[in-house]
């Protein structure tokens, strides 16, 4: 995290916490629940990002599993890749269930299946412990800034204890519901992103192909009734080719997997978010598995 953070932390009281995962969105994350003056222990599956973690916040410590970071924490916080990363750092004898006092409570960050949070919250109820699945929208500069947008489902109580500490890395948490509400709430996001990029691959496209000096068109019709975030942050990035940052198709596709996974469950119908999903694989196969989800453009130049 950048030393010129500018993020401005409310007055809540210490807590002990844990963060499981310090990936690109985790370790941002961990940082600011340690700027927020938080006692913060760490665990990632390869153990240079927590030593290079503690380094960069002293005080912090870490564990080699999931069951040690945890010891006495009051908050466990987690952000992996999927249902199974998560059965594996929270479940089994080394897992964070195991490690976790009585009463503790456990946010998920991961975007994961709706089903996997029942299943979580099942077995930490069982523990006498308390989970909420709470994925995140923002992207990487939404945590490194701790601006998340969170959307969280399970009990009020938890809900409730958890909030104020999670602030310290989100412009918005809030409750949808019960258990598994959060991930189908970031389902409903991710089918949004997808017909919007899709939308605005399509105009940049046809705009450059009509000989339109298409940054000036962003800006004219970015201040209409088609202005969007994507719009404002992407456009332009577009049109210059530029697909290093942000949220990797790979990424993606796994979230509309999941989508069109619940849909078949629920009936819904996703004609336009499936197309956009083969539209993705056909960027995948053309290597840009970790290009930024605006390289739809790309499969129509």
């Known amino acids: 995290m950048s030393s010129t953070n500018p993020k401005t932390y409310e007055s809540t009281p210490s807590q002990k916490v844990a963060f499981l995962g310090l990936g690109v969105m985790g370790y941002p994350m961990a940082g600011h629940l340690h700027l927020a003056g938080h006692s913060v222990a760490v665990y990632n599956r390869s153990t240079a990002k927590s030593i290079a973690f503690k380094a960069e916040y002293t005080s912090a410590t870490h564990g080699l599993t999931p069951k040690s970071a945890v010891q006495d924490a009051d908050i466990v916080f987690c952000c992996v890749g999927n249902d199974d990363d998560l059965r594996s750092v929270i479940l089994g004898t080394d897992g964070a269930f195991a490690g976790m006092k009585k009463g503790a409570i456990l946010v998920d960050h991961t975007t994961a299946s709706a089903s996997i949070a029942r299943e979580l ?125 942000g949220f990797a198709v790979d990424w993606m596709r796994k979230d509309l997997g999941l989508v069109l996974d619940e849909s078949k469950r629920n009936g819904a119908r996703l004609p336009v978010t499936a197309l956009v999903d083969q539209f993705y694989a056909d960027v995948q196969a053309m290597g840009g598995q970790r290009w930024d989800t605006s390289s739809l453009v790309k499969r129509l130049r």
């Open 121 to 245: 919250y099942e077995v930490a109820k069982a523990s006498g412990l308390h989970f909420v699945d709470a994925p995140v929208s923002g992207g990487q500069a939404g945590a490194q800034n701790g601006l998340l947008t969170v959307m969280c489902g399970g009990d009020q109580a938890a809900f409730d204890a958890v909030q104020p500490t999670a602030m310290a890395f989100s412009r918005a948490f809030t409750r949808m519901g019960e258990a598994g509400a959060g991930q189908l709430t970031k389902m409903v996001n991710q089918i949004c992103i997808a017909g919007l990029v899709q939308g605005l691959s399509e105009a940049v496209a046809f705009g450059q192909k009509a000989g339109l000096d298409v940054n000036l068109v962003l800006d004219v019709i970015g201040k209409g009734a088609a202005q969007s975030w994507q719009l404002d942050n992407r456009g332009k990035t577009m049109v210059a080719d530029k697909f290093d940052f």
